[in-house]
DNA sequence: ATAAATGATTTGTATGACAAATGACCCTGA
DNA sequence: TCAGGGTCATTTGTCATACAAATCATTTAT
């Protein structure tokens, strides 16, 4: 959501820049970038904006600063992985089925044990929520719609899990994933399809059956998992 | 690891400083922060080096800035919960079973799951990786050989699962838990316990058994957490 | 030959100035 | 009285310059 209309600040742009290069890979692990000033002058910025960026790259793990030495792009596995705009990036650059296949496989991962904790711990007011986000799933009348209700209830479910962290790791992960829906979205004629499912998630959390639920977001996920693979199979 | 020593920049400081204030509660979300003149004068740096501070800060969700409006401390939906910095900031600030508990379910979640896909997906090179850990575990004679080899052991599993978000989550949950492991480590007489739990996970990892790699992952995690909490139980 | 001193280069920090954005206020007109 | 627009003041955004600190490479002294 922060990066819908694009950053008008200037370090933001140069953030932008010089992480899709890196992440995209045309500044290899280990290369030696140019001087602070060489590059400024490259990117037409001021040191001071370059600076500004080069730290927000740097608190990303892409990069890393010594005196003298100058900065050097990072391994791979001192990236923050799990940072919105690292994963965004990398979205960008690599729309390899590899890569939204470990995507999906978090999604796997996460959301059903959020399920099944969200069945054990959640309270009135948060299973409230989820039965909205459901009945506006059901009311939806055109993709969009549906869309946005079904984004709330997964949102709703993890909220109920009163984990924060589960939250932040599938809204990052959601995040990323949506960026290769958008690519491919067209209106489905039959969008609702799994409605029964989501209603089969909702059911388990308010009857407090938290193996239930979990089987229950596995299917739901190995079913919008198949949707994915269909529509990138028609892609070319 | 790239907090051990402590951030000898300036700006990391200020990092450090601000970052503790805001996550720690010092700066309630959505109160305004001083101006950056007033703020760099009072933390006694240059404003250069507050706003590299700052752009950090920002870009970990933790605040926001806006021309003539000032900087507000963003809601803590909006933080990046899984940034390192951030996790380790609230581990600083709140001690509390609450958050510890969070941080277990985590990895009760993640390291199941990936023992499992580490069985299915493992090549040999990554076994011998595990084993060659196991086996250091085995031969460790004081707690800190064995902690070391523990910690090696767990990250090779991650390796093996060829899911690279998975090995970053797990690197952040486990060194936030390291940090009250730390607090109140003590030489335990009998650190070996867990030897024949982890050599279940490696055995099944070694024969492609996903279901059992899960099952002896969660058995060895559930054990951690014992110790975990008695350890806690005896700080009082 | 080894170790210490020196120099050069690059990032780190400080300062001052101006541009851009935007909320607040005032001023006008119906 | 209220609506609309315009001006002003304040705060962040950007730029330029100068110097400090660290450290690699070379040289020099023992």
Request: with cysteine; charged share 25%; aromatic share 6%.
């Given at each position: 959501m922060a990066r819908t209309t694009g950053p008008r600040n200037l370090h933001g742009q140069v953030v932008q820049e010089l992480g899709q290069m890196i992440v995209g890979g045309s500044l290899a692990p280990g290369e030696p970038l140019p001087r602070e000033e060489a590059l400024a002058t490259r990117m037409a910025v001021s040191r001071t904006v370059l600076r500004e960026a080069l730290k927000v790259l740097a608190a990303k793990g892409l990069i890393e600063t010594r005196q003298k030495t100058g900065m050097r792009v990072r391994e791979?596995?001192?990236?923050?992985?799990?940072?919105a705009d690292v994963l965004a990036w990398r979205c960008a650059a690599m729309p390899t089925d590899d890569f939204v296949d470990k995507l999906v496989e978090m999604r796997e991962i996460v959301e059903p044990a959020a399920a099944a904790a969200a069945a054990r711990r959640r309270d009135d007011a948060q299973l409230a929520e989820v039965a909205a986000a459901y009945q506006a799933m059901d009311e939806a009348m055109d993709l969009d719609a549906w869309a946005e209700a079904d984004v709330r209830f997964h949102e709703a479910v993890l909220r109920a899990t009163n984990n924060e962290l589960l939250g932040s790791l599938f809204s990052v992960i959601q995040t990323a994933l949506a960026t290769y829906f958008l690519m491919s979205a067209r209106t489905t004629?039959?969008?609702?399809?799994?409605l029964p499912q989501h209603h089969a998630v909702y059911d388990a959390i308010r009857r407090r059956r938290p193996n239930a639920a979990a089987d229950a977001m596995r299917g739901l996920i190995s079913a919008s998992r198949d949707t994915l693979k269909t529509r990138r199979a028609e892609k070319p």
């Amino acid at each position: 959501m922060a990066r819908t209309t694009g950053p008008r600040n200037l370090h933001g742009q140069v953030v932008q820049e010089l992480g899709q290069m890196i992440v995209g890979g045309s500044l290899a692990p280990g290369e030696p970038l140019p001087r602070e000033e060489a590059l400024a002058t490259r990117m037409a910025v001021s040191r001071t904006v370059l600076r500004e960026a080069l730290k927000v790259l740097a608190a990303k793990g892409l990069i890393e600063t010594r005196q003298k030495t100058g900065m050097r792009v990072r391994e791979t596995r001192f990236w923050n992985q799990l940072d919105a705009d690292v994963l965004a990036w990398r979205c960008a650059a690599m729309p390899t089925d590899d890569f939204v296949d470990k995507l999906v496989e978090m999604r796997e991962i996460v959301e059903p044990a959020a399920a099944a904790a969200a069945a054990r711990r959640r309270d009135d007011a948060q299973l409230a929520e989820v039965a909205a986000a459901y009945q506006a799933m059901d009311e939806a009348m055109d993709l969009d719609a549906w869309a946005e209700a079904d984004v709330r209830f997964h949102e709703a479910v993890l909220r109920a899990t009163n984990n924060e962290l589960l939250g932040s790791l599938f809204s990052v992960i959601q995040t990323a994933l949506a960026t290769y829906f958008l690519m491919s979205a067209r209106t489905t004629a039959n969008f609702r399809y799994s409605l029964p499912q989501h209603h089969a998630v909702y059911d388990a959390i308010r009857r407090r059956r938290p193996n239930a639920a979990a089987d229950a977001m596995r299917g739901l996920i190995s079913a919008s998992r198949d949707t994915l693979k269909t529509r990138r199979a028609e892609k070319p």
